[in-house]
């Protein structure tokens, strides 16, 4: 007997819904993109169990015929093609015929739809791909989709789902961006009876971007236009102050469909390009339409990604509209949004101390000038100027700081002496060793990041009128997961309602820092790693702590009068962990007495 078989049709169809339902949102996500093609004005979604027990998704669109309704749930059954030429010129966000019979095989699904002439409801109950009965009953045209009891028929798929919060996260993240998409479309989200998203019919695409991207972006929009025979653009823009950690709020729709597109993203990044710190990301919402057979949108099973015949020309485009959007433009004046405040200013840097005697430093040009002169002269070699190098011998790890703390274990005081300044960056000590150079920025990382992590609530400084910051649906169940160990570090804040969050009191090292800008930017981190374990939780609260830390620290470049420096190395010499920053960088760099030596040729 032969070894090739054809397999059950009920296994290929749970085959096939692995490709197409990956988790709850992924059904969200279908069943709203086949509400939208049929014209819906209004579209509840309703979750019960973070989407294990229960996705309902009601519509107020066309509906369907009790024909169409029984062949919809049969795979490769659409209305949306018809031959070749439908195949490569796609104008509709469902159209494999794949959605409804993929999710029916792994749940227990019912669908009840009528179109607005018929005079009763086809309701339709289906088990695992096998459809139960079929019925009559009185409903309001539209359709509304049942999935219950997801992966029940397939438990291996069923304990890879996240927690309840996780996987609320990916359905809101899913709405959000749909809403922006059609915002003429009312679009409601609720999780056991109680709403946790809503946004009813705009008259404009620039409120509803503004209403889901939030206060502080929202009020501040930049419109972006450009057309081209090829490809055109519109959309909207936070300008580039306004930014993200990460790339969860750059929102690409491609012919009104939500995808994650390379060439989109690079040619955004291009155009922010001089603007953005490096590591951050923009904030925006943009909208590319193409001829329809200039895209191939059946490259991903999800329908996620995008192919374009001409992407260098889209890309092109792309950047040089971003370019002269965010060179100048006026923001969109949004009713009912104020713009954010201004960053507040840092500290002076006479509060850090002022600079030691300058006279060494006025000296410094001719000196390196001297040095120049004399390493032409005796013809020094690149091989001695590298062994010279501080990168090159200097020991940072545990045997480094056993030597530069054993004094001062035994003495009680510290065996650093401080001699000067570099760059205003680092601190030049001397030791009864050797020869130590300490990163002012990460030694003082170093010491916040410990302060923060013992907890104890350091001392504080409580805000007259508590800043608010409004994040999305995962950042802000994310920040509520961190809220008790950043209070402990000094940090307090309080879920006002719903996305919004209020900060009532600041670490007294922070007290110049703009809050909410530092509460979004934990949030993102946070929704980006994961809260979902004890372990990933501790991994998130460290990575605050240490951005916090970071945020606080004194600055490269900043300069330090001798007091300053000496406790900023006491405070580092009593850490436990004084060799490395929060980050893992070396704090400081060491040459013994020998090395010295032997480098000069003295030994």
């Avoid at 025979?229 to 969860?248: K, Y």
């Avoid at 955004?268 to 925006?284: I, S, W």
């Avoid at 990041?449 to 608010?468: C, D, W």
């Amino acid at each position: 007997m032969g070894r090739i078989r054809i397999l059950p049709e009920a296994l290929t169809n749970r085959i096939a819904a692995g490709e197409v339902v990956e988790r709850p949102a992924s059904v969200v996500k279908e069943l709203l993109e086949n509400a939208l093609d049929a014209k819906a004005s209004r579209v509840s979604v309703e979750v019960e169990g973070g989407g294990r027990s229960l996705i309902r998704v009601i519509d107020d669109g066309c509906g369907m015929e009790p024909d169409d309704a029984l062949l919809a749930l049969d795979r490769y059954a659409t209305s949306k093609i018809a031959d070749d030429d439908d195949l490569f010129s796609i104008s509709t966000l469902g159209f494999r015929g794949e959605a409804l019979p993929s999710i029916a095989s792994v749940c227990r699904l019912t669908l009840v739809t009528r179109t607005p002439d018929a005079d009763a409801a086809t309701r339709v109950t289906v088990h695992g791909g096998t459809i139960k009965d079929v019925s009559t009953e009185g409903a309001p045209p539209g359709t509304m989709v049942e999935a219950c009891d997801l992966f029940y028929n397939t438990p291996a798929r069923r304990k890879f789902l996240k927690t309840i919060p996780t996987e609320m996260a990916h359905m809101a993240d899913i709405l959000c961006a749909l809403a922006m998409g059609w915002p003429r479309v009312g679009f409601s989200l609720s999780h056991n009876g109680r709403t946790q998203l809503e946004w009813l019919p705009c008259a404009t695409p620039a409120q509803r971007v503004a209403e889901v991207l939030g206060k502080d972006a929202g009020g501040a929009l930049i419109p972006v236009e450009h057309e081209e025979e090829v490809v055109s653009l519109t959309g909207f823009l936070a300008p580039p102050h306004i930014n993200r950690t990460t790339g969860r709020n750059l929102f690409v729709f491609v012919n009104n469909r939500l995808v994650r597109d390379r060439v989109v993203h690079h040619a955004v990044m291009t155009g922010y390009e001089g603007r953005l710190m490096k590591g951050r990301k923009p904030v925006a919402a943009l909208f590319v339409t193409v001829p329809p057979d200039a895209v191939d949108v059946n490259v991903h099973p999800a329908k996620a990604e995008v192919r374009f015949t001409r992407a260098a020309r889209v890309h092109d485009a792309v950047a040089a509209a971003v370019r002269r959007a965010v060179s100048g433009a006026a923001p969109v004046q949004t009713p009912g949004w104020e713009p954010p405040a201004r960053p507040k200013a840092p500290p002076p840097a006479g509060e850090q101390g002022e600079p030691p005697a300058s006279a060494a430093r006025a000296n410094a040009p001719s000196a390196h000038a001297s040095l120049s002169r004399t390493r032409q002269a005796h013809g020094v070699e690149e091989a001695l100027v590298h062994a010279l190098s501080p990168a090159a011998e200097p020991s940072a790890g545990p045997a480094g700081r056993a030597a530069l703390f054993s004094e001062q274990a035994d003495q009680g005081d510290p065996s650093l002496s401080v001699v000067g300044q570099v760059a205003h960056s680092y601190i030049v000590c001397e030791t009864n060793g050797g020869l130590v150079l300490v990163d002012q920025h990460a030694a003082h990382e170093r010491v916040l990041y410990e302060a923060f992590s013992r907890g104890g609530k350091p001392q504080s400084q409580t805000l007259l009128i508590p800043e608010t910051v409004e994040l999305s649906h995962a950042e802000a169940n994310a920040l509520e997961s961190l809220l008790p160990g950043l209070a402990d570090a000094g940090l307090s804040m309080d879920r006002f309602s719903g996305r919004t969050f209020a900060i009532k009191a600041v670490p007294a090292v922070l007290s110049h820092a703009d809050a909410a800008s530092l509460a979004r930017e934990l949030a993102e981190a946070a929704a980006e790693t994961g809260v979902s374990t004890p372990q990933a939780l501790s991994r998130a609260l460290s990575a605050a702590w240490a951005r916090m830390a970071c945020k606080a620290a004194v600055k490269a470049g900043q300069p330090l009068n001798p007091p300053a420096m000496q406790k900023l190395l006491a405070d580092l010499l009593a850490c436990n962990h004084p060799a490395q920053c929060p980050h893992g960088r070396p704090v400081w760099l060491y040459w013994d007495k020998g090395w010295i030596e032997r480098a000069f040729s003295r030994k």
